[in-house]
């Protein structure tokens, strides 16, 4: 699995695994500046983009905005593979930390995260429109260390 640097001529294939593992997907304009402003990686496979990931680098500390795997390759370890790479490239850069919000019912994604070392430290209430479309949902906060303090 060889991860890169995604750049503008990858927004269609960003669009549609987005939209595909994600109940409220970025539109182009979120892509457009994401991939001239975050650190945006993928892995490509034998059909496409199979994983992408999006963070954001603010000083000593960084936002995981994205993070995903094509539905028929999920438990593979493309997750993994491409997150330990986003946290070391942070690391280099000077990163300290990483923190993230998620949607409290993502099961999934919040036993992910807890065994890439994220610990929940807070709770955003009504922070994301409800996937079902109706009300809102609490976010979860997950920040974890990086890099050396």
């Known amino acids: 699995m060889t991860v890169r640097n995604l750049n503008v001529t990858d927004i269609p294939q960003l669009m549609a695994l987005d939209a595909a593992t994600n109940s ?8 457009q500046h994401s991939l ?10 034998e059909t496409g983009l199979s994983a992408f ?18 539905p028929a390759l999920q438990g593979r370890g493309f ?3 491409i997150f330990n790479t986003l946290t070391e490239k942070l690391a280099n850069n000077g990163s300290r930390s990483l923190f993230l919000e ?4 993502n099961r999934q994604a919040r036993r992910f995260y807890e065994s ?4 929940e430290t807070g709770i955003r209430p009504a922070y994301y429109p409800a996937a079902n479309g109706t009300g809102r949902e609490d976010a979860l906060i ?6 050396k303090a």
């Not at 409220?24 to 892509?31: A, E, K, L, M, N």
């Not at 998620?102 to 019912?105: G, L, P």
């Open 79 to 81: 997750g993994q593979h």
């Open 102 to 105: 998620v949607r409290e019912s």
């Open 142 to 147: 997950f920040a974890m260390m990086i890099g």
């Open 53 to 70: 990931t999006v963070a954001m680098k603010m000083a000593d500390e960084a936002e995981l905005l994205l993070i995903a795997v094509a």
């Open 116 to 119: 890439a070392g994220f610990a």
């Open 24 to 31: 409220h997907p970025w539109d182009i304009s979120h892509w």
């Open 36 to 45: 001239k402003a975050d650190i945006c990686l993928g892995i490509d496979g």
